[in-house]
């Protein structure tokens, strides 16, 4: 729901800053090593994010109502998704270089231009088809070379099972987005974002028996502090979309590429390849190509919408 007087500068600046704090998070993340056991990690993401969500929805005094829920098997299943979307892409964010696994990350969205049309019943025409099938070419190129690695030995496959980690945690996000899809038409999003951190804490913990390793005070530190700046960027990434249409703030989100580059080479020596910037130049132009059109679709039905009004 946005603000009575929307301020496009304002959702901008929001999403920008959502975007920096995830970076801080994915760097954390990293930083922790990657003899973690992933859903440790997920973990320590979910459950910190509670905190900044908590005060945020005490501090607007929506707390108490975000647990209003008309749907609790929904979010539970988006919660489950969720959560192994999250486990996915965090084993891949540990065993690539960060930009590379920012880029194939892109993924998700040209996915869920699909899954919508597959289980929403979603209108999608030829135009965003033809964006989506470059899309996931220009993926393929990020991917492929990866995939040639499984010969070479334990490094070269880790490398390998990153990249496949990653886009099944695309496939995964996109399906959990179809799912939020469905919630929204009957919650709030504070609720989704509540339910979603508290689902994915619980889930996480089911993998205790499996790895779990006790942390270094570095690493605990790292963690939380990827916890908190996970809740703090879901609660950026909401209010910006409370100021500004989707169609204006969602190509900002292709800046997590320029700054993931930055921080992989000046804190990981990630230097990335040529096959990773024409798939990713190929799969940002894909997501601005079906960004524009959902726009220009949004135009066409509002003023269809206001010529079926009756005037006076």
């Known amino acids: 729901m946005?603000?009575?007087?929307?301020?496009?500068?304002?959702?901008?600046?929001?999403?920008?800053?959502?975007?920096?704090?995830?970076?801080?998070?994915?760097?954390?993340?990293?930083?922790?090593?990657?003899?973690?056991?992933?859903?440790?990690?997920?973990?320590?993401r979910s459950a910190f994010a509670l905190l900044p969500i908590i005060a945020y929805l005490s501090a607007t005094g929506r707390l108490f109502a975000a647990f209003h829920t008309r749907d609790f098997g929904g979010h539970i299943m988006r919660g489950f998704v969720g959560i192994l979307a999250m486990s996915c892409g965090f084993y891949g964010l540990i065993h690539l270089p960060l930009p590379e696994a920012i880029a194939i990350g892109y993924a998700m969205p040209l996915l869920t231009v699909v899954f919508a049309a597959l289980f929403l019943k979603e209108t999608v025409r030829l135009y965003r088809w033809s964006a989506v099938a470059v899309g996931l070419v220009g993926v393929i190129i990020i991917v492929w070379p990866r995939l040639t690695l499984f010969s070479e030995?334990?490094?070269?496959?880790?490398?390998?099972?990153?990249?496949?980690?990653?886009?099944?945690?695309?496939?995964?996000?996109?399906?959990?987005?179809?799912?939020?899809?469905?919630?929204?038409?009957?919650?709030?999003?504070?609720?989704?974002?509540?339910?979603?951190?508290?689902?994915?804490?619980l889930f996480s913990l089911l993998s205790l028996p499996f790895g779990w390793t006790a942390l270094s005070l570095n690493a605990f530190l790292?963690?939380?502090?990827?916890g908190i700046c996970g809740g703090i960027a879901q609660i950026l990434l909401t209010e910006s979309y409370r100021h500004a249409d989707m169609s204006?703030?969602?190509?900002?989100?292709?800046?997590?590429?320029?700054?993931?580059?930055?921080?992989?080479y000046l804190l990981f020596d990630d230097v990335p390849t040529l096959h990773m910037l024409v798939g990713t130049l190929i799969v940002i132009a894909a997501g601005i190509f079906i960004i524009f059109r959902?726009?220009?679709?949004?135009?066409?039905?509002?003023?269809?919408?206001?010529?079926?009004?009756?005037?006076?």
């Open 2 to 44: 946005h603000d009575a007087h929307p301020n496009p500068l304002r959702g901008i600046a929001l999403k920008i800053a959502s975007v920096i704090v995830f970076l801080v998070m994915s760097t954390c993340i990293k930083a922790a090593g990657s003899d973690i056991a992933t859903g440790q990690i997920t973990f320590y």
């Open 153 to 201: 030995g334990s490094v070269g496959a880790s490398e390998a099972l990153g990249a496949l980690a990653v886009l099944l945690s695309a496939t995964l996000g996109a399906t959990a987005m179809v799912l939020v899809r469905k919630l929204v038409r009957s919650e709030r999003t504070e609720t989704i974002v509540l339910y979603f951190s508290l689902s994915a804490s």
């Open 222 to 226: 790292l963690l939380a502090v990827a």
């Open 248 to 264: 204006t703030i969602a190509p900002f989100e292709y800046t997590s590429i320029l700054l993931g580059t930055v921080i992989g």
């Open 294 to 312: 959902e726009h220009r679709l949004g135009l066409e039905r509002r003023a269809a919408r206001k010529a079926m009004t009756p005037q006076g």
